[in-house]
């Protein structure tokens, strides 16, 4: 059965990649896509070019197919990607949907993913939310990653919860943290290309709400983050969009600034949204390939 018809991908997506799946933490069964310059199901890093093995990690209201089209010509570039979809979101989704325990559990689906391909060397790529979750990752696990890419990261966002969610997700903390707590997030913050702003809204893959203890587990993540960041060893290619109404530009470059010298590498693109992976797709894969391709890596 193809989980992923044409229509439930992002406009012009030649196709939904190949699904697999390993074995997250706790032993529980998680899929996800890959797209490799052969387009065969048995692609593995050992096949692919040092350097040009991506994990991606994507958002808190998204998932692996708002990174395809990017993928594929990324593949056409000779580059494979993992897509891997968090525990409770997009091929995950039927199970616990937008819940996860704690950010050690997060963590350890990608470590056991890693294991799962024979721990290469790989660089890891986060979008929004995933990209506290792809520097954690980096962090606790240097010697496994030759890079990271950082797409409008969610390290500072703007959007916050109401008031009222705020109370919920305080009060449920108390009875295990399961509550679902509605996301501050609309569709027309992540683009205002039409076409694209009508995928995201009839996309019944994406989250409208998460649970209260997985909201905590973010907030571990950004902890471990800010207080990793001054050692960390790998160079970082880092995406802002000048139009973005979701990731608190300023604050992200000021957290950033405790990186060692010489590691970080910034491309803004001031007329763009949120979601430049889909509006300015073709010029993001060739600084990303320019990163993978020059002295930083």
Sequence with gaps: MNPSPQARLPPGTPGPGVVASFRGAGGRALRYRVVSPTGRPGETPAKTPAGRTLLYLHGIESHGTWFLPAAHDLAARGVT?????????GLNRDVDAGDARDADELLADV???????????LV????????????????????????LVLV?????????????????????LAFGGRARIALPIEPEMFTTDPELLAFIRDDDWRLHDVTARFLMAGRALDRRVASGLPGCTVPVLLFLAGGDRIIDNAGTSELLQSLPRGLLHRHDYDDATHSIQLEQRELMVDDIMAFLEGPAC
């Excluded at 792809?134 to 990653?145: D, F, G, I, N, S």
């Design 111 to 121: 470590a056991a993913f890693r294991a799962s391909l024979g721990d290469p060397s």
């Design 81 to 89: 990607t993992y897509l891997l979809d968090r525990r409770g979101s």
């Design 124 to 147: 890891l790529t986060g979008l929004s939310w995933g990209g506290k979750l792809a520097l954690a990752a980096a962090l606790a696990e240097p010697e496994r990653t030759q890079a």
């Design 152 to 172: 409008t990261p969610g390290l500072v966002p703007r959007v916050d919860l109401a008031m009222p969610s705020k109370l919920k997700l305080l009060t449920s």
